[in-house]
């Protein structure tokens, strides 16, 4: 059972990392090639609802993973006993690139476009 919940571990963060990162960009792309006044004031489209949902609590999945997946990855032995750990490497750094960018003024205005 142990041995099973490690090799699913990895996978589980990568997965949920990807899905969160995959939807905000979703939500970026969306904002910069749409106006803003195109979605209504109170519902915004039903394509928007991942970005929406990515944007107004990504950070609520994301900073558990990346806060799991770094003692991993920090861990050599870990990198040398678990082929994906690249995999796993990629997507917490895709992580913190969006929690940074959910940070700053303009993850902001996005934030204000969707959820406002």
């Not at 929406?52 to 003692?71: E, K, S």
Request: with cysteine.
């Amino acid at each position: 059972m142990h041995e099973n919940a490690r090799r699913r571990g990895p996978w589980i963060l990568i997965s949920l990392q990807a899905i969160v990162v995959t939807a905000y960009l979703y939500g970026v792309i969306a904002y910069v090639t749409t106006e803003a006044t195109f979605f209504p004031e109170q519902s915004p489209p039903a394509w928007a609802f991942p970005a929406v949902v990515a944007t107004a609590a990504g950070f609520l999945v994301a900073v558990p993973c990346v806060l799991l997946a770094l003692p991993r990855l920090t861990r050599p032995a870990y990198r040398t006993a678990t082929p994906s750990w690249r995999l796993l490497a990629a997507a917490t750094a895709a992580s913190v690139l969006m929690l940074a960018v959910m940070a700053t003024p303009p993850g902001w205005e996005i934030f204000d476009w969707y959820v406002s």
